[in-house]
């Protein structure tokens, strides 16, 4: 399969718009949350989104994100796509430069 994460054709209809989604981080690591939310972002299937291990460290998130309050964010770029994290479960990616 094709791995088209690294474009910026954000959004199933490829309008390049914001794709957000609410988590709850007890229950959806935010490494998965993350995997999810580019999958659906770039319509690709989960296993074509390149490993998030390069840009951040999973484990780290996972630790992180759990812990922070509400309007704690953390943000960061994979493959062309900027990756909005919040303390209270909401998620985004847009393309850089949006």
């Given at each position: ?26 229950e959806t690591p935010p490494s ?43 943000e960061f770029t994979h493959r ?19």
């Amino acid at each position: 399969m094709e791995n088209r994460s690294s474009g910026v054709n954000v959004g199933v209809d490829g309008t390049g718009e914001r794709i957000s989604r609410e988590f709850d981080w007890s229950e959806t690591p935010p490494s998965v949350a993350v995997v999810r939310l580019l999958s659906v972002a770039t319509n690709s299937d989960p296993t074509a989104i390149d490993p998030l291990g390069e840009t951040v460290d999973p484990d780290a998130l996972d630790r992180l994100l759990p812990s922070m309050d509400d309007g704690s964010k953390l943000e960061f770029t994979h493959r062309r796509l900027s990756v909005f994290l919040h303390g209270d479960g909401t998620a985004a990616v847009e393309p850089t430069g949006n």
